[in-house]
């Protein structure tokens, strides 16, 4: 069972950019499709971006343009890079790892981002 750990978020002016990265252990990292998701108060958690094993990406529409995944297989890292970031991109941003074989969807514990002056 893998297990993702989330680090990078905080409080971020308006504009500005936060690159957020979830390492994963106790799995084989490539096996796994990897994604961010985030809630924001009151809201429902929704899809942010996705990244497969061969590096094939999906991004909300809301995001494209401004938000980057990636992946590090030999780290067992997954990247999220935030740039003109917006208020409404303030909530708790969650990794994600999902293989239906390996047991389906594991979850991170959650990174905070806050974007406000």
């Known amino acids: 069972q893998v297990q993702l750990v989330e680090s990078g978020g905080g409080l971020v002016q308006p504009g500005g950019s936060l690159r957020l990265s979830c390492v994963a252990s106790?799995?084989?990292?490539?096996?796994?499709?990897m994604g961010w998701y985030r809630q924001a108060p009151g809201k429902r958690r929704e899809l942010v971006a996705t990244?497969?094993?061969?590096?094939?990406?999906n991004y909300a529409d809301s995001m494209k343009g401004r938000f980057t995944i990636s992946r590090d297989n030999a780290k067992s890292t997954v990247y999220l890079q935030m740039n003109s970031l917006k208020p409404e991109d303030t909530a708790v941003y969650y990794c994600?790892?999902?293989?239906?074989?390996?047991?389906?969807?594991?979850w991170g514990q959650g990174t905070l981002v806050t974007v406000s002056s």
């Open positions: 990244i497969a094993s061969g590096a094939g990406t």
């Open positions: 994600n790892a999902y293989n239906s074989a390996a047991g389906g969807h594991f």
């Open positions: 106790g799995s084989i990292f490539s096996i796994y499709v």
